[in-house]
Every structure is written in structure tokens, then in C-alpha cells.
């Protein structure tokens, strides 16, 4: 089992940026498939980015493509996701999640293990 903590959300302008941090405990972080996900109020969870194991494999959604980046440090449990130029709809509660397996996968479902969610707000 694998705890998660993420911090580093807020407040933040359109076209600015928020760098968001989700710290693992417990087992092994480099063997998990980690995903960020993020939920707006009276919408369903979705993915956001998912980074596999070995980083081999990184997948986006579209709609952060080319402005949010995924990263991972197994030496510090620890997984990242940069975002700039934020725009008002990425207003959410973003979450980490893991599952025990090498592929990326994009329904909330497939992991089972989640943080507690950080919100990001950003006004126009």
C-alpha cells in the first residue's frame, strides 16, 4: 500500500503557473504507474497526465498538452506536475493516484490509490 500528499496548489492567474507535488509513503514508489487527475465542481473526474513507472511512457490529456508537464522522482517518492499558461477551466481539485503496473491508464477507476486532492483556482 502507498500513501499520497500532494501540496502546491492555489490561486494563480490566467497564463501563470503552479508546479504541483504529490509525496509518496509506504511501499516502494518506483514500482507504481502514477496519473494526476482533477475534478471541477458538478463534473466527473478526469485524467489530466500519467508518467509509467520506468518513465517510459508519458501520457496527456489534450487539453493540457504542450502546457502541462509530468515528472517523477524516485529517489524522493515524489511526483510533479508543472503547469503554465492556466487557463480559468483548469480550475480544479487535481489528485495523484497509483496503480501497481507498468501501463498508464485514464480512468479513475484502474487506480487504487489516491491522495487527498489540492485545489487550483485561476481567475481571468
Known amino acids: 500500500q502507498v500513501r499520497l500528499v500532494e501540496s502546491g496548489g492555489g490561486l494563480a492567474q490566467a497564463g501563470g503557473s503552479l508546479r504541483l507535488s504529490c509525496a509518496a509513503s509506504g511501499r516502494t514508489f518506483s514500482i507504481y504507474t502514477m496519473g494526476w487527475f482533477r475534478q471541477a465542481p458538478g463534473k466527473e473526474r478526469e485524467f489530466v497526465a500519467g508518467i509509467s513507472w520506468n518513465i517510459e511512457t508519458i501520457t496527456y490529456a489534450d487539453s493540457v498538452k504542450g502546457r502541462f508537464t509530468i515528472s517523477r522522482d524516485n529517489a524522493k517518492n515524489t511526483l510533479y506536475l508543472q503547469m503554465n499558461n492556466l487557463r480559468p477551466e483548469d480550475t480544479a481539485v487535481y489528485s495523484c493516484?497509483?496503480?501497481?503496473?507498468?501501463?498508464?491508464?485514464?480512468?479513475?477507476?484502474?487506480?487504487?490509490?489516491w491522495g487527498q486532492g489540492t485545489q487550483v483556482t485561476v481567475s481571468s
Open positions: 493516484a497509483a496503480r501497481a503496473d507498468k501501463n498508464v491508464m485514464v480512468r479513475p477507476y484502474q487506480y487504487a490509490y
